[in-house]
T-cell receptor, first 113, second 116 residues
């Protein structure tokens, strides 16, 4: 079975622009979470979606938004990009329950110039 | 709020030897899960091992084992017979089961280098 997939793999944007990152969960997984990983640090939680509803939000500004589609894929949007948004954005999926392990995608490397 | 601490930013070990990575956490919860994830230079985050807090028996997975000390809130990872492919960042993570909402907190990571 295919794992979690993310697109694009790399992205370069300039300050003030907007970006959309995409994630496809493992088949059968209904929960998707997004993380930001700044170089040299551990991942920081941004959002969790389950059954197309937002179930959790980390300490990120309103410039960050996300949604989940009926096929359980997800998009993360970031508006008005700042230099500090440069990071690896990780998507993780898990079947459904809160007790289940989540599995990560390869990430999207975003560079803001 | 839960916090996870990894006090060793970098470690190295000779191939075939054993190394232990440390992790401590802070929580008031009684029911939770702990994980070790590995992130090789290729950056894909891979699950190494998982421990349920209600289980007293330490989890093992081939060459990987944990020492879970609930009272001390300590969760160390032991890698036996280290291999070059074990070179990676290792993240300790805490998860609180909840009906809704995110509950996954990562530590800052330990960079492990396995030397030939």
């Amino acid at each position: 079975d295919a794992g979690v997939t993310q697109s694009p793999t790399h992205l370069i944007k300039t300050r003030g622009q907007q970006v959309t990152l995409r994630c496809s969960p493992i088949s059968g997984h209904k929960s998707v979470s997004w993380y930001q990983q700044v170089l040299g640090q551990g991942p920081q939680f941004i959002f969790q979606y389950y059954e197309k509803e937002e179930r959790g939000r980390g300490n990120f500004p309103d410039r960050f938004s996300a949604r989940q589609f009926p096929n359980y894929s997800s998009e993360l949007n970031v508006n008005a990009l700042l230099l500090g948004d440069s990071a690896l954005y990780l998507c993780a999926s898990r079947p459904s329950g809160a007790r289940e392990t989540q599995y990560f995608g390869p990430g999207t490397r975003l560079l803001v110039l | 709020a839960q916090t996870v601490t990894q006090s060793q930013p970098e470690m190295s070990v000779q191939e075939a030897e054993t190394v232990t990575l440390s992790c401590t956490y802070d929580t008031s919860e009684n029911n939770y899960y702990l994980f070790w994830y590995k992130q090789p230079p290729s950056r894909q985050m891979i699950l190494v091992i998982r421990q349920e807090a209600y289980k007293q028996q330490n989890a093992t997975e081939n060459r990987f084992s944990v020492n879970f000390q609930k009272a001390a809130k300590s969760f160390s990872l032991k890698i036996s017979d280290s291999q070059l492919g074990d070179t990676a960042m290792y993240f300790c993570a805490f998860m609180k089961p909840a009906p809704e909402g995110q509950n996954f907190v990562f530590g800052p990571g330990t960079r492990l280098s396995v030397l030939p």
